[in-house]
């Protein structure tokens, strides 16, 4: 059995933990300079509030109802999320942690009422977070999904949901009330396609041949199709693969129009991707730049480049990164332009135990840059990010991201945590 475990309105939740009053009130959070709808509570979406909707159009909306709007907070986040998998982990040897606000744990061997366990979970989370959950528990990680969706609509079942309480015609019944679209793994081109072949709902999804779904779409679907009939075919996978690029990539909270500027925002997101680059222990062969203007203002003149260039060796070195990344930069920047975003994508990654030489190339000492780089992300980790970095990462930042309705950083910054009176 696996149990699929996800935080309600994840973002929403984790700024209410904080600040209580905002419970039982309209609220959202927005994406990155404030830009649109990317979290909300359940009153905000009874009051019609879409997902992904532009925060600029919902200003007098927001005035009207009392609508409530926060910065994204990801530091905030990110720490929450880790509290929350650390409490889960607890409950289960086999643990998947699949995004930021959701987990898989494997419940095979572990006796007693699995509803009374997901019980159990949901009020644990609750009394040491703060944060709300919802457990689906099922034979297969697509029911588990399944489950989870039932939990949080319905709530009859106070936010626990087990597959196999419900008898063979009510699991049919209730697999007809779910659109093909909602099952995982189904995304919105590919039920466009089964609703042309007159697949609707789950329950005729999971009715399909299988093997008829291989031959149209991929394995994967007929993957799906097999578990949605109760036959387990995705395994939990316990340690997470490495990534096979980073991407590192903002965009700015106001135009910026000079090379200088542009150069810091790159040295800035190297920075980034290096550092996780080797916290998964990897090096780039590959390095990939891009700027452009804002494609939303049409008056304006516009301008895109995006430049990759393979590196003569693999490399972690923030250093080497940089200087190669500003090399590129200087010759697809051109002036005149009204700048809106930029970034850089780390590829042809490998281990860093299997670095190919090179007879001819001089670089600097690769130990002392080792450590170097060790620690200065040493330092960032123990007094937050930025806290050492190279001067072409610049320091004033004019184009930062723009977050007018930041909160506190409750959990990750000293001066910031909460004091109880």
């Not at 939990?236 to 590192?248: A, G, S």
């Not at 920075?271 to 939303?296: D, G, W």
Request: with cysteine; aromatic share 8%; net charge positive.
């Amino acid at each position: 059995m696996i149990a699929l475990i996800d935080v309600n309105n994840f973002y929403v939740s984790c700024q209410r933990v904080f600040e209580p009053k905002l419970e039982g009130k309209p609220m959202v959070v927005l994406s990155n300079n404030d830009g649109c709808v990317i979290s909300r509570s359940a009153e905000a979406k009874a009051l019609g509030v879409k997902m992904g909707a532009p925060w600029h159009q919902l200003r007098e909306f927001a005035q009207e109802t009392g609508l409530i709007a926060y910065s994204s907070n990801y530091a905030l986040y990110a720490d929450m999320s880790n509290r929350v998998m650390r409490v889960l982990g607890m409950f289960s040897p086999h643990q998947e942690v699949y995004s930021i606000d959701e987990c898989f744990l494997g419940l095979n061997g572990i006796g007693g009422d699995h509803t009374e366990l997901g019980q159990s979970i949901k009020q644990t989370v609750m009394q040491w977070t703060g944060l709300p959950v919802c457990v689906g528990i099922a034979p297969t990680k697509t029911l588990a999904k399944l489950a989870n969706h039932i939990a949080k609509k319905r709530t009859g079942f106070a936010g626990v949901c087990e597959w196999a309480k419900f008898s063979p015609a009510q699991q049919l019944q209730i697999m007809r009330e779910i659109e093909v679209g909602d099952v995982w793994g189904v995304g919105r081109k590919i039920s466009q396609r089964l609703n042309q072949q007159g697949i609707y709902s789950a329950a005729d999804l999971a009715q399909a041949n299988s093997e008829q779904i291989r031959a149209r779409y991929s394995v994967v679907l007929q993957r799906t199709v097999e578990e949605l009939n109760g036959h387990p075919c995705i395994q939990i996978e316990e340690m997470q693969p490495d990534k096979q690029q980073i991407l590192c990539s903002r965009s700015f909270g106001q135009p910026i129009y000079t090379e200088q500027q542009l150069a810091e925002a790159i040295s800035t997101y190297i920075a980034r991707a290096a550092e996780k680059l080797r916290l998964q222990k990897s090096v780039a062969a590959s390095l990939s730049i891009f700027i452009r203007t804002n494609p939303f203002r049409p008056k304006d003149p516009q301008y895109s480049r995006h430049v990759m260039l393979p590196l003569s060796q693999a490399t972690d070195d923030t250093l080497k990164l940089t200087q190669v990344a500003l090399w590129m930069l200087a010759r697809i920047y051109q002036p005149g332009f009204s700048y809106a975003k930029a970034g850089v994508m780390l590829s042809d990654l490998q281990p860093n135990t299997a670095i190919q030489g090179h007879l001819f190339l001089q670089t600097a000492d690769p130990i002392k840059r080792a450590e170097l780089n060790a620690t200065m992300d040493e330092i960032n980790r123990r007094w937050g990010r930025g806290s050492i970095c190279l001067a072409s990462v610049g320091v004033n930042h004019a184009w930062k991201m723009k977050q007018n309705s930041l909160s506190p950083f409750w959990t990750t910054r000293w001066t910031d945590i909460p004091r109880a009176k």
